[in-house]
């Protein structure tokens, strides 16, 4: 017992000492034990979670007058439970350096976690005091909100790490799924770059109505009239004699170096966008891309925005991918169970997912043959919604299934062949618009199908063989629209 405790305090001192100088401290990750131990910390973490809780409750049982517990079990608890958390901590430490996480999140959970593993020591060093009937209670009590405070925190920043925020689902609108932030190479270079830079740094003596030196910089006109040297500030093309470049190359000590030597300076990377965008003609409403920016460029103009902001977008934006796949999970469980529920138990294989992802379906009645009728179809009513790609060969359906299939505008591929398919249900399937494969080998169509195939917009696949559509009929066909390729 007294082993194990010393061997608590120990352990916990480590991991505050871990803390400290995590960034020095190097781990030879090709030991692949190593690479196991860090996987366990997902199982290790919710030990210390569920003791601490166990203890709370425990306690408070006993305040109430609920409960009596003996105060030796308590202490036992928190003594396993202080050595779990460091247990959890070193595993966590060890996966950390794998990598892959975003650091100041990572950062946040390995300061709480160390803060909460000290926490748990002090909390079991305590309680043994009060078995003896010397400790302080009130002190065992802080110690005790502390390591549930840290626990919370700890939990918090490893939850956002790992599952994102879980209020998300309360906030999140589709349409958000869109790029947050425009692509650098989407910028229009004088509004959006080269104006931002000079507002920041010019303005609070050339703009918003201060003209030092006669020159504001308000607008791209002004940057064109000028200062005391009329004309000199901008000349497209020309980095040499334009003002506005040559002030921020004088040296510091010069009167004329821009901005004066107290101000804030133009970094280097914003004095080469600007050299940049004077010699390449300084033009006005032009995107970063249309500009022909080389690479060092691009890279200076997304280097304006400042490093933590474009590392909370990344992780925004992954969190945002995260959470539409869950939401996509979630809708394909619900999709099984209504399959489960609906879809007769000899159909149901008929039917396969296509990713985890999505709940996209992949149909197929071939291996029914002839035996598979509108009647078996109708049974996935509501379901076929979900349909991307469809093979119905060989099989007796007719107008009724067609019907309903030319409303599934999912459907990207749609095998008929070998059908009793009609002029008349061709028509009906030219409203689906997304569909870009059709199959209608071996059945009785003719060219007048073709009137309606040509309303297809999507159509890139089209298979008429065996049919009675003529090789001239065909023939004229392609020549009408080289975009479809037509097997026969
Ligand atoms: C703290 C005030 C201050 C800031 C900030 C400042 N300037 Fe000036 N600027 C002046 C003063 C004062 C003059 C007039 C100097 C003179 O007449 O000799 C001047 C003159 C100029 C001129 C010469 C105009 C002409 O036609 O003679 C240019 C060009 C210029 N500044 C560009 C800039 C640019 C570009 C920035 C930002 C990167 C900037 N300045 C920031 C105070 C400032």
New binding site residues.
């Given amino acids: 017992m007294k082993l194990l405790k010393y061997i608590s305090i120990i352990l916990a001192t480590a991991a505050a000492l871990f803390a400290v100088f995590s960034e020095s401290i190097e781990i030879d990750l090709s030991v692949a034990w190593l690479q196991v131990v860090g996987n366990f910390h997902p199982l290790l973490l919710h030990l210390p979670i569920g003791g601490l809780s166990f203890v709370i409750l425990i306690e408070v049982s006993k305040k109430l007058g609920w409960a009596k517990a003996d105060n030796c079990l308590l202490y036992l608890i928190l003594l396993f439970t202080s050595l779990f958390a460091s247990g959890s901590f070193f595993t966590g430490f060890v996966l950390a350096k794998q990598g892959g996480y975003p650091s100041e999140l990572l950062n946040n959970h390995l300061w709480c976690a160390a803060v909460y593993v000290c926490f748990l020591a002090l909390c079991a060093v305590l309680k043994q005091r009060t078995i003896g009937g010397e400790g302080r209670t009130w002190f065992y009590c802080l110690s005790i909100i502390g390591a549930c405070v840290s626990m919370g925190l700890t939990g918090h920043y490893g939850g956002l790490m790992s599952h994102g925020d879980p209020l998300a689902p309360l906030f999140f609108e589709e349409e958000e799924v869109v790029e947050i932030t425009r692509p650098t190479e989407e910028l229009l270079v004088f509004k959006e770059v080269v104006h931002p830079?000079?507002k920041a740094?010019?303005?609070?003596?050339?703009g918003n109505g201060k003209t030092?030196?006669?020159?504001s910089?308000n607008s791209y006109e002004e940057l064109l009239k000028?200062?005391?040297?009329?004309g000199?500030?901008l000349i497209p093309g020309d980095e040499k004699s334009s003002?506005?470049i040559s002030?921020?190359m004088h040296p510091m000590e010069d009167?004329?170096h821009?901005?004066?030597a107290?101000?804030t300076q133009?970094s280097a990377g914003e004095i080469s966008i600007l050299r940049w965008w004077v010699s390449a003609g300084a033009q006005r409403d032009i995107t970063v891309a249309d500009a022909q920016a080389p690479s060092e460029i691009v890279i200076a103009v997304t280097e304006l925005v400042p490093e933590e902001v474009r590392q909370r977008r990344e992780i925004e934006r992954l969190q945002k991918i995260a959470h539409k796949k869950k939401k996509a999970k979630i809708q394909r469980i619900a999709l099984n169970k209504e399959i489960k529920k609906k879809v007769p138990g000899n159909l149901q294989p008929m039917l396969r997912f296509v990713s985890p992802y999505n709940a996209d379906i992949h149909f197929s009645s071939v291996s029914q043959q002839g035996q598979f009728s509108d009647a078996d179809f109708a049974s996935f009513k509501g379901i076929d919604k979900h349909f991307t790609a469809v093979d119905l060969s060989s099989s007796s359906i007719t107008s009724a299934t067609i019907k309903a299939l030319s409303a599934c505008q999912s459907i990207h591929s749609l095998r008929l062949a070998n059908t009793k398919i009609s002029v008349a249900d061709v028509a009906q399937l030219s409203k689906l618009e997304s569909l870009s494969s059709l199959s209608l080998h071996s059945t009785e169509i003719n060219s007048t199908a073709l009137e309606y195939l040509s309303k297809m917009k999507s159509l890139r696949q089209l298979y008429l063989w065996s049919t009675k559509v003529t090789p001239a009929e065909i023939a004229v066909f392609k020549k009408n629209h080289p975009e479809i390729q037509v097997i026969y």
């Fill in positions: 830079i000079l740094k010019c303005y609070s003596c050339h030092k030196g006669e020159l910089l000028g200062g005391k040297e009329a000199k500030t003002l506005l002030s921020l009167d004329k821009m901005p004066p107290k101000q133009l």
